[in-house]
């Protein structure tokens, strides 16, 4: 039985003397957009037009209707290149950070992680991480279409994918999702709260960032409590895969221990 003071601890002593790396790799994948957890993005851009993470929603008014319409062919063109550019970048890149990502923080655990771990994901079976990461955004996001509340909860029952993946690479899609619903069955109220336990964290350095850069740059300080959300976070998987080994839900045979780097 996990508690979030017991992750937030383990999650600490990880982070102990490797802060700074983690930091690092987790600026990067942010600023890729492949940061992983319950995706409750895709559940606020499934709501609003899909106008976030895979780059739909556009509008554009050059002030003369005339020359709007004449320039209308052209626009549309870019727009349109511009969104599938978009989306394929959050496809076959973005996406697989979430996974490469959460193995870089499941290594961190046992001791040096190298930066490089996070692009991993690109090596070997990339296409099936592809297809797990994109079929599951997919699935939250229909969820999400009906209306908010069932994406939340679907991006919650699926929030173990990423790691399952990262572990296990070779697994189906469709096992990902399956092993994440088992996972994440009874816990997902308990996972949501330990997401709201970061506000507070979030908000301080929020304040912080702000009040070093006059108010203009206050979105930085959540990229210093990204570590230990993402530390805290492969605390989580650890615990529940555990759980899931109890239970007979899965074993060694399909999800190996993660390979301990030290240099």
């Not at 790691?163 to 619903?181: C, D, G, H, K, V």
């Not at 507070?200 to 108010?215: E, K, P």
Request: glycine share 10%; hydrophobic share 50%.
């Amino acid at each position: 039985m996990w508690t979030r003071g017991l992750l937030k601890g383990n999650a600490k002593n990880a982070l102990r003397g490797r802060y700074w790396a983690c930091f690092l790799a987790c600026l990067v994948v942010s600023l890729l957009g492949g940061m992983s957890g319950p995706r409750l993005d895709l559940v606020m851009d499934a709501s609003d037009g899909f106008s976030g993470r895979y780059g739909w929603g556009w509008h554009f008014d050059l002030g003369y209707p005339w020359l709007t319409w004449l320039a209308l062919p052209f626009l549309l063109l870019i727009a349109l290149l511009a969104a599938a550019v978009a989306i394929a970048f959050m496809v076959f890149v973005a996406g697989p950070l979430s996974v490469g990502i959460s193995r870089y923080m499941m290594e961190n655990r046992f001791g040096y992680s190298p930066f490089e771990t996070i692009f991993s994901v690109f090596r070997g079976p990339y296409l099936n991480v592809v297809k797990g990461i994109l079929f599951t955004d997919l699935r939250i996001i229909g969820w999400s279409l009906l209306f908010v509340f069932p994406g939340i909860y679907k991006a919650y029952q699926y929030s173990m994918v990423p790691y399952l993946l990262a572990e296990n690479p070779y697994m189906t899609p469709q096992r990902a999702r399956e092993l994440s619903a088992a996972m994440t069955e009874g816990e997902k109220w308990n996972i949501f709260v330990l997401d709201l336990s970061f506000f507070g964290w979030l908000f301080l350095a929020g304040l912080g960032a702000g009040f070093v850069t006059l108010g203009a740059f206050s979105g930085l300080g959540a990229y210093f409590v990204e570590p230990y959300m993402q530390a805290t976070h492969a605390e989580l998987y650890a615990a529940l895969r555990a759980k899931a080994f109890a239970l007979g839900l899965s074993g060694p045979d399909e999800l190996s221990d993660f390979v301990r780097h030290t240099r």
